[in-house]
């Protein structure tokens, strides 16, 4: 069985709370709050005013740069305001409210549920759809989607990788995704395959998603070229670098290395099901499907939202926030972040809002560091994290880039298997967040 060659962990996935609720369409919000950040890279620019008339569909915000990506109204009514408001994490962020009336939508979207499966268009036709519908990694890394498809001169993509592994504990979109859409995806991954010219696609999935691995294997057969993978179950396979590395024995070199350096371009399974819907139904990213989900939780969901619903709404559909002391991540338990606020919105990143009670999210007091070196064995990229986490939080900064603490994937499979319950990853974070500034600064300055 395929799998990355080194670190990795195996905790207990708790995909059984949700895995087997079928998608529901979530009800339309009355009221949406639509952040102008949603992707890596520069926030899209509001080209609507308090008191404007928008319909379903329509462009809200526009890609300010390349590395931008555009926003529409998930509803239609009308802008009550364009203002800073509190995220997730209780951070001020430029937001666009918009209250509904009805829901009518911007004409030339197809809202039918008939397949289209040839697809006519050149690659830059295709890129242009995607660019134009906003499209970005719904895996929750939210990178937009035309430029990871836009190749560099002098690169060639070799194959495509779609990211179906969902390697993150609990989280269900993905598999659900798989299961219900598996038609549109397998025409995402051809339309894919034509606009990077490529003639080998893998789909990688983890084998504790058999039901999964049989149903695209038969949607797939007889495409050339289009191969299901089964992998080891083994956290973070979902990462890009594992994920490459597992399915085709490739390193990606190391920061600013790029998956394209080793031929390949790689999108997560609900992002390409965004591709089919925006290139063969002319429809933008405006909902997706979120797990709610927790061992506590009444009634595990995996809903089809309209972005900009609050994650409140979610919670209440799925029977509400248990008793007593609870956590609410928006991602997961390795790789999400905790919200201390839940009238935030759903964005195009939320995969899943994970709900934990209080002695799962209870962190044990730190110890002191017994030289397992755990750490270092767990780590999928090779780094030392004790050392990185210890020369951060003494700000050392040249001495944990030199360390290269920018390949650091941020997966927290170091501070899952620490003994002494130190907070590794916390301080990596920081020292990774600072070197970056550092290495920006010094771009700039050779300007």
């Known amino acids: 069985m395929k799998t990355f060659p080194i670190g990795g962990i195996h905790p207990s996935d708790n995909k059984q709370w949700s895995k087997s609720s079928a998608i529901e369409a979530m009800p339309l919000p009355d009221v949406v709050t639509i952040p102008l950040s949603q992707h890596i890279g520069a926030p899209a620019v509001a080209k609507v005013a308090k008191g404007d008339k928008v319909l379903t569909g329509q462009l809200i915000a526009e890609?300010?740069?390349?590395?931008?990506?555009?926003?529409?109204?998930?509803?239609?009514?009308?802008?009550?305001?364009?203002?800073?408001?509190?995220?997730?994490?209780?951070?001020?962020?430029?937001?666009i409210t918009i209250k509904r009336e009805g829901d009518e939508w911007v004409e030339g979207?197809?809202?039918?549920?008939?397949?289209?499966?040839?697809?006519?268009?050149?690659s830059a036709e295709i890129l242009a759809r995607i660019k134009s519908a906003g499209i970005v990694g719904m895996g929750g890394a939210t990178f937009p989607t035309h430029v990871k498809l836009s190749i560099p001169a002098g690169k060639k993509a070799e194959f495509l990788i779609i990211n179906g592994v969902e390697c993150e504990p609990y989280l269900t979109?993905?598999?659900?995704?798989?299961?219900?859409?598996?038609?549109?995806?397998?025409?995402?991954?051809?339309?894919?395959?034509?606009?990077?010219?490529?003639?080998?696609?893998?789909?990688?999935i983890e084998n504790n998603k058999p039901d999964a691995v049989a149903h695209l294997r038969t949607l797939a057969a007889g495409i050339e070229g289009l191969e299901v993978v089964p992998l080891k179950v083994r956290y973070p396979q979902g990462g890009e670098k594992q994920l490459i590395a597992a399915l085709t024995g490739r390193q990606?070199?190391?920061?600013?290395?790029?998956?394209?350096?080793?031929?390949?371009?790689?999108?997560?399974a609900s992002t390409t099901v965004a591709v089919y819907d925006a290139v063969q139904k002319n429809k933008p990213l405006i909902e997706r499907v979120v797990t709610v989900t927790g061992k506590h939780v009444a009634q595990p969901k995996n809903l089809l939202t309209r972005m900009g619903t609050s994650i409140s709404a979610l919670v209440a559909v799925a029977g509400g926030l248990p008793e007593g002391d609870v956590k609410v991540l928006n991602g997961g338990p390795m790789m999400g972040r905790a919200m201390i606020n839940?009238?935030?919105?759903?964005?195009?990143?939320?995969?899943?809002?994970?709900?934990?009670?209080?002695?799962?999210?209870?962190?044990?007091?730190?110890?002191?560091?017994?030289?397992?070196?755990?750490?270092?064995?767990?780590?999928?990229m090779g780094l030392e994290p004790f050392f990185l986490s210890k020369m951060s939080q003494r700000k050392s900064w040249d001495v944990v880039e030199a360390n290269r603490i920018t390949d650091c994937?941020?997966?927290?499979?170091?501070?899952?298997?620490?003994?002494?319950?130190?907070?590794?990853?916390?301080?990596?974070?920081?020292g990774k967040q600072a070197v970056m500034g550092i290495i920006r600064a010094r771009a700039a300055a050779k300007k």
């Open 63 to 95: 890609a300010a740069s390349f590395m931008s990506a555009n926003i529409h109204s998930p509803i239609s009514g009308t802008v009550t305001s364009v203002d800073m408001l509190p995220n997730a994490q209780g951070l001020r962020q430029m937001m």
């Open 109 to 122: 979207i197809d809202r039918s549920d008939k397949l289209v499966t040839e697809c006519n268009l050149d």
């Open 173 to 204: 979109s993905d598999y659900r995704t798989m299961l219900e859409y598996g038609d549109r995806l397998i025409v995402g991954v051809r339309i894919l395959m034509k606009a990077l010219d490529v003639k080998k696609a893998f789909i990688g």
């Open 252 to 268: 990606v070199p190391p920061p600013p290395g790029l998956p394209i350096d080793v031929g390949a371009v790689v999108c997560n």
């Open 342 to 380: 839940l009238d935030s919105p759903v964005t195009k990143g939320c995969s899943g809002i994970t709900i934990l009670d209080g002695r799962e999210a209870h962190r044990n007091a730190a110890a002191v560091c017994i030289k397992c070196a755990k750490c270092v064995e767990a780590c999928p």
């Open 409 to 430: 994937i941020e997966c927290g499979s170091c501070q899952y298997t620490c003994p002494a319950s130190l907070p590794l990853l916390d301080f990596i974070r920081t």
